[in-house]
Each structure stands twice: as C-alpha cells, then as structure tokens.
C-alpha cells in the first residue's frame, strides 16, 4: 500500500526506477510532448480535456512521492508574441504549492531552448502531459535524493 497521493501505476513504476538527477517534465497543454522526449523518457497523458488535469495537480501529487531537488519553468523570449511583462499568474500557484509542500524551492526560468535541450536529454525519464490552458505553465522537475 502506498503512503503517498500518487496512485497512477506507470507514473509510480517510472518514477520508482528514476534516481537523482533524473527529469520529470510536467507540460502543459500546448506543449509538444511526443516530438521533445528524451531518448529513453515515457510520455504519461493526463489531458482528458481542455484544462484537466492541470500541470499544479501533478505537481501537489508529484510533491507527495519524489524528492525535488529543482524546479525550471521555461523562460520567456524576447521575441515571443505570448511574452507577458511579469511572471506569468501560474508561478505564484506553483510557489504556493512549494512552500505548502515544504519544499524550500525557487522555481528557476530557463531559456525556451536551452528547456527543450534539458528535454530531450538522457535524464528526461518520464513527461506526463496535461491540458492545462494556462500560458507558460511547463514544469521540469529534477529529481532529488531520498533522505529516510
């Protein structure tokens, strides 16, 4: 029986065979998922509709079964048409599921290509898409290490 919230079967056997250092991508609906995977990554859709789940659902489940050592938003391009001139309204729900997670966490911008470089990497273990509709709401986990 398990401890935690997470109760997804493959989500739980990838992350169970992840270690540290390891990549867990939360992407949001706009996302390309399945032409920016790592080559040994597993992609988990979770998009039943426009909106669910969201990318801060996988995160408060996520939060519960893994150690996070950091988190990378993608960062906005100069150039970008979608750039907003704040950060965009979903990083303060995810700092707010951080800090209730008692994660002492910063979340972390990362240039737009240098987050599909970090993707596509041999770390990327498992991307679980989302239909979240929120702009900017990708998230790239980094798996920490166990402490007990």
Request: hydrophobic share 45%; aromatic share 4%.
């Amino acid at each position: 029986m398990l401890n935690h919230t997470l109760i997804h079967p493959e989500i739980s056997a990838i992350l169970a065979r992840a270690g540290h250092s390891s990549k867990v991508l939360i992407a949001d609906g706009n996302y390309p998922a399945s032409s920016t995977m790592g080559p040994s990554a597993e992609l988990i859709s979770l998009n039943l509709a426009p909106g669910l789940v969201t990318v801060n659902q996988v995160l408060e489940v996520l939060a519960t079964a893994i150690p996070i050592e950091a988190v990378n938003t993608m960062g906005m391009p100069e150039d970008d048409p979608h750039r907003l001139d704040r950060d965009p309204p979903v990083w303060d729900t995810y700092r707010t599921t951080l800090k209730a997670a008692q994660l002492d966490i910063e979340l972390q911008p990362v240039d737009r290509w240098e987050f599909y470089d970090a993707v596509a990497s041999r770390d990327h273990v498992l991307t679980i898409q989302t239909g979240d509709q929120a702009l900017w709401a990708n998230l790239l986990l980094t798996v920490g290490v166990r402490q007990s």
